[in-house]
């Protein structure tokens, strides 16, 4: 039999607890419940986990310091970690972000959302593809020959855009702060201002041309590259 992924729930609500717990269960993962930090700190010393799904408000520590706090241990640095919460406000979702989390969730969620939620952390977990040819739109991307080309016209991309790009194709749809950007796009380089972020997002778009268009800004919370926007061909804004 192959190893189910395992997920580690870090909810002090047993009904919740419970409910998820189900619905992993009957999708093939093996939950794990943990009804606090002290818990689930004890079920990562034993067994990693795949997948951390971690409830904001937490008795004794909350979920935004464990979220730093594994973030910031080596052993459990890379497991992704959803941030469930009841929060909605823009700037408890930068928190959580910022704290490390790589997806929230704002409760009440649908169980088909958050299954969809876990299943994307653990896509995104694999290796990254450091080859092959992305397709969004009529945007494409060959990480191959290092070309990107808008409705078969080429784009001329500085490195840092080219690969802040392949970042975006590959995370479609998500929204990404700043700080994750530095980490995973620039790597650890804690000297460089999140304005940087900007000022290739910016070059970004503008080398992108109308294929711009795809890479949103989220007011407060950061950027996303969508495939659900309109696109004009060039030829039609003459
Ligand atoms: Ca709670």
């Given at each position: 039999?192959?190893n189910?992924?395992?997920?580690?729930?870090?909810?002090?609500e047993?009904a919740?607890a419970?409910?998820?717990?189900?619905?992993?269960?009957?999708?093939?993962?093996?939950?794990?419940?943990?009804?606090?930090?002290v818990t689930?700190?004890?079920?990562?010393?034993d067994?990693l986990?795949?997948?951390?799904?971690?409830?904001?408000?937490?008795?004794?520590?909350?979920?935004?310091?464990?979220?730093?706090?594994?973030?910031?241990?080596?052993?459990?640095?890379?497991?992704?970690?959803?941030?469930?919460?009841?929060?909605?406000?823009?700037?408890?979702?930068?928190?959580?972000?910022?704290?490390?989390?790589?997806?929230?969730?704002?409760?009440?969620?649908s169980?088909?959302?958050?299954?969809?939620?876990?299943?994307?952390?653990?896509?995104?977990?694999?290796?990254?593809?450091?080859g092959?040819?992305?397709?969004?739109?009529?945007?494409?991307?060959?990480?191959?020959?290092?070309?990107v080309?808008?409705?078969?016209?080429?784009?001329?991309?500085?490195?840092?855009?080219f690969?802040?790009?392949?970042?975006f194709?590959?995370?479609?749809?998500?929204?990404?702060?700043?700080?994750?950007?530095?980490?995973?796009?620039w790597?650890?380089?804690?000297?460089?201002e999140e304005?940087?972020?900007?000022?290739?997002?910016?070059?970004?778009?503008?080398?992108?041309?109308a294929?711009?268009?795809?890479?949103?800004?989220?007011?407060?919370?950061?950027?996303?590259?969508?495939?659900?926007?309109?696109?004009?061909?060039?030829?039609?804004?003459?």
């Amino acid at each position: 039999m192959r190893n189910l992924p395992r997920i580690l729930i870090v909810e002090d609500e047993p009904a919740i607890a419970e409910l998820i717990a189900v619905n992993l269960r009957h999708n093939g993962f093996q939950p794990i419940w943990a009804m606090d930090g002290v818990t689930a700190q004890k079920e990562l010393d034993d067994v990693l986990p795949d997948v951390i799904l971690l409830d904001w408000m937490l008795p004794g520590e909350s979920g935004l310091m464990l979220s730093k706090k594994w973030r910031s241990n080596p052993r459990t640095k890379e497991i992704p970690i959803i941030m469930l919460t009841a929060r909605s406000e823009e700037s408890d979702r930068v928190a959580g972000l910022d704290s490390g989390a790589d997806d929230y969730i704002v409760k009440p969620f649908s169980t088909k959302e958050l299954l969809a939620r876990v299943r994307a952390v653990l896509r995104r977990r694999k290796p990254q593809q450091s080859g092959g040819r992305i397709q969004l739109n009529d945007l494409i991307l060959d990480a191959d020959t290092h070309r990107v080309t808008f409705q078969e016209q080429p784009l001329k991309l500085g490195p840092t855009e080219f690969k802040l790009l392949q970042y975006f194709m590959t995370h479609k749809e998500r929204v990404h702060s700043r700080g994750q950007l530095l980490d995973r796009v620039w790597g650890d380089h804690v000297f460089i201002e999140e304005r940087t972020v900007d000022v290739h997002v910016k070059r970004l778009r503008e080398a992108l041309g109308a294929a711009g268009a795809m890479v949103e800004t989220v007011r407060g919370a950061g950027y996303r590259l969508t495939e659900m926007v309109s696109v004009q061909s060039p030829q039609s804004e003459h």
